[in-house]
Every structure is written in C-alpha cells, then in structure tokens.
C-alpha cells in the first residue's frame, strides 16, 4: 500500500513541489493534490505562482522567498512549520532548489527534523537531455554560468576534459557569448540548444558549437535556453603515451602553488594525462613533500 505522505497529521510538513517548466499541463496529478491539501505555497514569484494556482482554481496563501528575503522571512517559514503548517515550496518554473534558493529553507528544515518530500515533476534539464541524442548515464550541471568571462573560462577548463555531457542553463542576451566561449574553451563538439521548452515556440536545435553560434548571430535569441555539449573524447592510448613528462611535473607544481589539495591534483591529472589513479597520487605525494621542504629552506 502507498503511503499518504500530503495526508498525515503528524505535524509540520514541507512539499518540494515540481511545477511546469512551461505548458501548464505538465503539472502532476499528485502536484495539484499537493497544492491543494498545504496550508501555503512558498514561491519564488508569487505572482507567477497565482498564474498557476488560479488556472486550477487553488486557492493558497502564497508566501514569496527568493534570493533577497531577509533571514525574518525564513524564520518565519521555520515558525509555520513548527506550528505544524504544511508548506509547499515552488520555483518559477521545474524542479525547486535547481538553479534556484529554496534549498536553504529545505536544509533548515531538515536540521530542524521536519519532514521534506519531493513531488517530481518537470525539468528543463532532464527534459534536454531526453531529446539530446546523447549517451546520460552521467552528465555535469553546471546551471548558469558566472556573469564574469574569466570566472567563466575557469569553469569550463574545470571541465574540458570530462566524458560526460555537460548541461547549462542561458539566457538569450548572453547565448551568443557564452557559444563562442564555449567553442574557445571546450572545441568544436556537438550541442543541442533547447529554446522555450513545452512553450509555444518550442525550438531543439542540434548541431555543433561553431554552428551554432553562426545561427545564433544571424538569428536573435529569445527566450529561455538549456545547452547540452557533448563530453570529451576520450583519449586514446597513443595520446597518453606522448604525454611529456615535464608539462606534468609543471602541472603539478603549478597547482600545489595555487594551494590545490592531493585529492584536486590527483584528480587533474587522471582526467588530462589519462594517468592511473595511484600513479597520480603517489606522484602528487612526492611533488608535495618535496614542495613543503623547499618552503622551509
């Protein structure tokens, strides 16, 4: 027999209530029912949340919190649920706590020993990646880039060499930027740019970075944007071989400097030398101890 987690009366109660991401048809059978049974519904806009309440003729008091309320508005959701209140807390649009601040009242909640249940529903990022084409058993987030080009640059190189699919989260006045710093940074690899999805003008444009970013130049972007880049090849034995031995020993030295821990470096030279993972820790191991004595001399 199911349990009846939105029924029970056995106090405070927090619902991470996935909403849609665009056609407000997406929204889950449970999710309306959930909607319906809280007390209030904690939303990063409230007027996007009455948008979906009054198509379903819910009628909640809506409680907003989002990136700039102050600590009071927290403590006063955390005061709600010790008066044994049920809270349903939803984003803009997806899964909340994605890309978005609930997840400090989640974590405040769960340290206070409240109950937190998650009502799955949709996602822009799992919704990509199913019409990517690409293999996702594993696959990096990394939701909105850093505003800044360098912090940026930093990012992606953090990534460059991992095999897996990496799924970003853009808007449509710095799509065309963050293309060409991606063909910069990761190569030329295949993406596929989902626009507006389960909108109207839905759009899946599969194809590579440079072309990409050639259509987006001559064809303004608009609306909301999730990027699926392909991971990177996985180097091939003859690659690994020809490795030098000093642009790793320079590696190594550079990122001991910076303050990098064993576990980073090691790490590091797995994914970009193709190095074992205890070869790469017992060379780390030397280079430090070797690094710490030259410091004291």
């Known amino acids: 027999m199911?349990?009846?987690?939105e029924r029970g009366n056995e106090g405070g109660i927090l619902f991470v209530c996935a909403t849609p991401i665009?056609?407000?048809k997406d929204i889950t059978l449970r999710g309306l029912d959930v909607l319906r049974s809280v007390d209030f519904v904690v939303a990063?806009?409230?007027?996007v949340a009455k948008r979906l309440l009054n198509h379903y003729g819910i009628k909640k008091p809506v409680i907003?919190?989002?990136?700039h309320s102050k600590k009071g508005r927290l403590r006063h959701l955390l005061n709600l649920l010790e008066s044994g209140h049920k809270l349903a807390i939803i984003s803009d649009a997806g899964t909340p706590c994605i890309s978005d601040p609930g997840s400090e009242l989640v974590s405040e909640a769960l340290s206070r020993g409240f109950r937190v249940v998650p009502i799955p529903g949709p996602s822009a990022i799992t919704?990509?990646?199913s019409v990517a084409g690409m293999k996702a058993q594993r696959f990096i987030f990394l939701g909105f880039l850093p505003r800044e080009r360098n912090e940026r640059k930093k990012l992606l190189s953090e990534v460059s060499l991992w095999r897996y699919p990496i799924v970003i989260y853009e808007a449509p006045h710095r799509l065309v930027e963050t293309l060409t710093q991606l063909l910069q940074v990761l190569g030329n690899r295949k993406v596929v740019v989902a626009r507006e999805l389960t909108k109207q003008f839905e759009e899946v444009f599969a194809s590579d970075l440079e072309s990409a970013r050639k259509h987006f130049l001559s064809t303004e972007p608009?609306?909301?944007f999730t990027l699926v880049i392909e991971g990177a090849s996985k180097p091939s034995q003859c690659e690994v071989c020809k490795v030098d031995e000093k642009d790793i020993d320079e590696l190594i030295q550079k990122m001991l400097s910076e303050g990098s821990s064993t576990k980073e470096v090691v790490n590091r030279l797995v994914l970009e030398f193709g190095?074992?993972?205890?070869?790469a820790y017992e060379r780390t191991l030397i280079a430090r101890n070797k690094f710490a004595s030259n410091k004291m001399t």
């Open 2 to 5: 199911e349990h009846n987690d």
């Open 22 to 24: 665009g056609n407000l």
């Open 44 to 47: 990063e806009d409230t007027r």
């Open 64 to 67: 907003s919190f989002h990136e």
């Open 127 to 129: 919704a990509a990646l």
């Open 222 to 224: 608009r609306g909301e």
């Open 275 to 279: 190095m074992r993972h205890k070869e």
